[in-house]
């Protein structure tokens, strides 16, 4: 199975302070790598330096065999557009329709025409179970679930490879998060992208991803499968998976 990221001794200081500590991991083709840890950890930091955003103050980073710190401009935007980004609060234009939003790439950087992206939009909404009903339709008219999957489908607009969610359930009731995670599941499985999720609802990271990773203030405390995490030695681990152990032992126990 090819590797698509690979994080080699990531170190980040800002302002003074570590907020990175020699992290390492990797993820591979179609898996789904979840990572959690309390607030502050660096989960979000560690995804800036996939998109290219930050450099790192030492370490190296690479995406599809790629060194991200160290391409040109062009070839990082080359990069760029086969990694989607569903942002924590959606990041929708409030002033554009959706089907604009979800072809906002296209409408800015290519000549196609509107009657193109409409329909470039109508198969990705479709994609995240809506239909086309919506496409006329502003953001301020949409449920807060329907925000996140018109930010999936504009994530997903240009065919990435690869696809991070930062906090995808932020901000939803449990039912409409547990629809999330059904709905990153189904991408994985039509699509065959890999993702990375950096999440704070454990239900969610526990249920979808092959892998998990914990942080505690910029450093890997384990990688594991969600079992392994469970079962984790580690106290830190052990106390930060308590509540969801219990949840999970329950619902085994049900009748």
Request: hydrophobic share 40%; proline share 4%.
């Amino acid at each position: 199975m090819r590797t698509v990221v690979r994080v080699e001794n990531l170190w980040k200081e800002i302002d003074g302070r570590w907020i990175l500590k020699g992290v390492s991991f990797e993820v591979m083709e179609e898996e789904i790598f979840s990572i959690i840890g309390a607030s502050g950890s660096g989960k979000t930091s560690i995804t800036k330096h996939i998109v290219g955003l930050w450099k790192p103050t030492k370490g190296k980073v690479y995406v599809f065999g790629r060194e991200v710190s160290g391409l040109p401009p062009l070839e990082l935007d080359d990069l760029r557009r086969n990694i989607g980004y569903v942002f924590q609060e959606g990041a929708l234009f409030d002033s554009l329709k959706v089907w604009e939003n979800v072809g906002f790439y296209f409408l800015e950087h290519t000549n196609a025409k509107s009657d193109e992206v409409r329909e470039i939009a109508r198969e990705k909404l479709r994609l995240v179970n809506l239909n086309e009903d919506v496409l006329d339709l502003m953001p301020s008219e949409l449920s807060g679930g329907m925000k996140k999957r018109v930010s999936i489908a504009r994530a997903i607009a240009t065919d990435p490879k690869l696809i991070i969610y930062d906090e995808p359930t932020s901000g939803l009731d449990p039912i409409t998060s547990r629809v999330i995670d059904r709905l990153i599941l189904e991408l994985r499985e039509k699509t065959k992208t890999t993702a990375i999720v950096v999440t704070h609802d454990m239900m969610s990271a526990f249920s979808i991803s092959d892998r998990i990773m914990v942080l505690r203030e910029g450093e890997v405390v384990d990688v594991g499968t969600p079992e392994e995490i469970l079962r984790s030695k580690d106290p830190f681990v052990n106390e930060f998976v308590s509540e969801i152990r219990e949840i999970l032992v329950g619902q085994d126990k049900a009748p």
